[in-house]
């Protein structure tokens, strides 16, 4: 069964560091997102992704995010200066549509600590 | 805002009990919910999921429902065994404009052997 793969499983990164994780989505799905879950916290959307653009984003994806397609099969989330609070639970998703057909499927996640 | 509300946010049965999880929502344009389970460390898994055209779905010992009218819907789980045992979060969405997910805060099922 296809899945979405996320790298790295665990980063350690020290506050104002840039962090890039990496996700390749399953290899038909046009619709790509990234969410994220503070530890013992609610999951929560960050940005969604379609046809090389942002297509929406929350309030947490703020000007120290991005996002990127650098290729035809990799999805990245970039953090240029990461604070203490963005230590959680990074989950890369993907879909084949939107509408009724389109269920997400979530990757493993990246955790990351920022110290 | 969107939001979605969950309760309770743990809940302890025992083997072959049945287990209730509520969810309120606040957006009367929402007309897609799943429902994901998460174990310990892992990734959310779709169990089921309804659309606001029906009011009910049932797949083996998990059913959904949906009040429309009362922006509430609700996951049963029926003889629950211990490795129903997880995190399980609600969400809604507007299909067909988005797949953005607002994920409710969580249940945590504790089923005692």
């Known amino acids: 069964e296809p899945e979405v793969t996320q790298t790295p499983s665990h980063q350690v990164t020290q506050m104002g560091q840039e962090v890039i994780l990496r996700c390749v989505p399953i290899?038909?799905?046009?619709?790509f997102y990234w969410y994220r879950q503070i530890l013992g916290q609610k999951v929560e959307f960050l940005v969604s992704?379609?046809?090389?653009?942002?297509?929406?984003k929350s309030e947490i994806f703020d000007d120290q995010f991005s996002v990127e397609r650098p290729d035809g099969s990799n999805f990245t989330l970039k953090i240029r200066s990461t604070k203490l609070e963005d230590s959680a639970m990074y989950f890369c998703?993907?879909?084949?549509?939107?509408?009724?057909?389109?269920?997400?499927?979530f990757g493993e996640g990246s955790r990351l600590t920022v110290l | 805002g969107e939001n979605v509300e969950q309760h309770p946010s743990t809940l302890s049965v025992q083997e072959g009990d049945s287990a209730v999880i509520k969810c309120t929502y606040s957006?009367?344009?929402?007309?897609?919910f799943p429902w994901y389970k998460q174990e310990l460390g892992k990734r959310p898994q779709l169990i089921i999921d309804?659309?606001?055209?029906?009011g009910e779905k049932k797949d083996q010992r998990i059913a959904v429902t949906l009040n429309k009218t009362a922006k509430h819907f609700s996951l049963h789980i029926t003889e629950t065994q211990p490795e129903d045992s997880a995190v399980y979060f609600c969400?809604?969405?507007?299909?067909?404009?988005?797949?953005?997910?607002?994920f409710g805060t969580g249940t945590l099922l504790a089923v005692q052997p």
């Open positions: 998703a993907s879909s084949a549509a939107v509408g009724s057909t389109g269920e997400l499927f």
């Open positions: 290899s038909n799905h046009l619709y």
């Open positions: 992704f379609y046809n090389n653009e942002i297509s929406e």
């Open positions: 957006d009367s344009a929402s007309n897609y």
């Open positions: 309804i659309r606001s055209n029906v």
């Open positions: 969400a809604a969405s507007r299909r067909g404009a988005t797949n953005k997910l607002i």
